[in-house]
């Protein structure tokens, strides 16, 4: 047992071999009943010592592709009170250790605290990790707006949640050493998206000091309306309807999410994410340093899901050819349909996927230099046999220097358990570990690496050895991007 004496009172942790780890803790009230589609309230004090041995509920979501399910499962329940989160750490003493703060992917409808153990990351480089969740789908990123002020920044709630759990560790990380003048945000595909999307919200100012955005994607413009078709369907007045789903289990709510195939976006609602990521990282809403990139070939593993469906196809290509394009869905069309002239459906849409990321990407970087604060650009092409490799997610095992403990059949052997390969884990998050230490990823495990900028666009390009590339992206694919 490891329990430790915090200022929000005792708790008792999870021993691990070289570090601890103290899960569920509550960083906000359950948001349910009078609290759905509210902001997050803070949590009830506990009394006693907290049992922080057992993984959280997370929020209801449908079920992991088989290929991308760890071994065992993931822990949990699920349910609508799931605000929580889990800190690992080497040990809750008084050093002060950089801290990275893990916000889980999964497009927004996935994913939760649970999914993954950085445990191999904490030990090996003496750092702390939160993982933390937030509400997804309807529950996390529904429009209400139109029913009142009271509804403001209901569309953004899944940020307001990570907001609330940033401002958690800020104040309590050093019961469980860590520094709290020394926060990372970190986040890979959606997560990442989060993480740029909080360089765009004031209220996250000061909360963190560094952002590192691992294959980010691009949150919307603007929120659907779900309300008005789904009330016309229902043949309810719209209050009515908002009513109607406020007398829903939260089983009931997400089989209506799920069974009506109804989306929801994560998108720039004005109120909590103010205006567009390049605009906000350029203007200094939240200026600290940034680390961004992607992987060589992120569309494989995302393609290869779709399948055969040319309908699924042209839907997610809409969407795809507005994000890369930079909001000029034309001028990315034309760069598209010569790149993909004679190639197969598949091909096209393996070339908008590595476009979508690339372009965001890029986008960032530059508007954060453009704004003078230093942006570091890479691009993750380690070879791997695997049919989907090297793609999209296959670097968080690199990441957090967990490719010792792959197994073989797991979700994450898109790489083999292999010397090389441990060799590359261990540089890279160790490249991560000087970023979170420093500001700067330079270290002499690398090429010295310059910060990107618009006429050099120097980028890291992580192989069996990291090498400096200069301009990697045709002139053709940048203007496409509207860069």
Request: glycine share 10%; aromatic share 8%; proline share 8%.
């Amino acid at each position: 047992m490891t329990v430790r004496q915090t200022r929000l009172g005792a708790i008792d942790g999870l021993d691990r071999e070289r570090s601890s780890s103290f899960l569920a803790i509550p960083y906000a009230a359950p948001p349910v009943g009078s609290l759905r589609w509210m902001p997050p309230a803070p949590p009830a004090a506990w009394s006693g010592t907290l049992d922080a041995t057992k993984h959280p509920n997370r929020c209801f979501q449908a079920p992991f592709p088989p290929e991308l399910m760890p071994k065992g499962g993931i822990p949990g329940a699920l349910s609508e009170d799931m605000l929580y989160l889990n800190v690992h750490t080497p040990a809750a003493d008084d050093k002060k250790r950089p801290v990275m703060v893990w916000i889980h992917g999964g497009g927004f409808t996935l994913g939760s605290a649970n999914d993954f153990d950085p445990i191999s990351f904490v030990e090996h480089h003496d750092v702390v990790v939160v993982c933390i969740n937030y509400r997804l789908g309807l529950f996390g990123f529904l429009d209400l707006s139109r029913f009142g002020p009271e509804y403001d920044g209901s569309v953004a709630l899944g940020f307001q949640d990570q907001i609330v759990a940033i401002k958690w560790v800020a104040d309590n990380i050093a019961d469980y050493g860590g520094d709290p003048a020394n926060i990372t945000i970190c986040g890979g595909s959606a997560g990442a998206g989060a993480v740029l999307a909080l360089l765009a919200a004031p209220t996250a100012r000061g909360l963190f000091h560094k952002a590192i955005a691992i294959s980010p994607l691009e949150v919307s413009a603007s929120a659907p309306d779900i309300v008005t078709p789904c009330a016309a369907h229902l043949q309810m007045e719209e209050r009515a309807f908002l009513e109607h789903l406020r007398a829903m289990s939260a089983q009931e709510l997400y089989d209506f999410q799920a069974n009506g195939g109804i989306g929801s976006a994560a998108c720039i609602d004005g109120t909590i994410i103010v205006k567009s990521i390049p605009d906000a990282i350029r203007e200094h809403v939240n200026p600290v340093p940034l680390l961004v990139g992607c992987v060589l070939q992120e569309g494989n593993m995302l393609t290869a899901a779709i399948g055969d469906n040319p309908p699924v196809f042209n839907m997610i290509e809409a969407g795809l050819v507005a994000n890369a394009g930079g909001g000029d869905a034309a001028r990315y069309t034309a760069y598209l349909d010569k790149m993909s002239a004679g190639r197969t459906p598949a091909d096209r849409m393996n070339q908008m996927w590595g476009d979508y990321f690339r372009a965001f990407t890029l986008r960032a970087a530059q508007a954060s230099t453009d704004g003078g604060t230093p942006a570091w650009v890479y691009t993750f092409a380690v070879p791997t046999e695997h049919e989907h490799g090297p793609t999209h997610g296959a670097d968080v095992t690199f990441a957090f220097d967990a490719v010792g403990d792959i197994d073989d059949g797991e979700w994450r052997a898109f790489y083999q358990n292999n010397e090389a390969n441990r060799a590359v884990a261990a540089m890279w998050s160790g490249t991560l570990v000087t970023f979170m230490r420093s500001g700067n990823p330079n270290s002499p495990a690398l090429p010295h690496w310059p910060v990107y900028d618009a006429q050099s666009r120097s980028c890291m390009v992580l192989e069996g050895e990291p090498k400096l590339v200069n301009g990697p992206d045709s002139a053709e694919a940048l203007a496409a991007y509207g860069l």
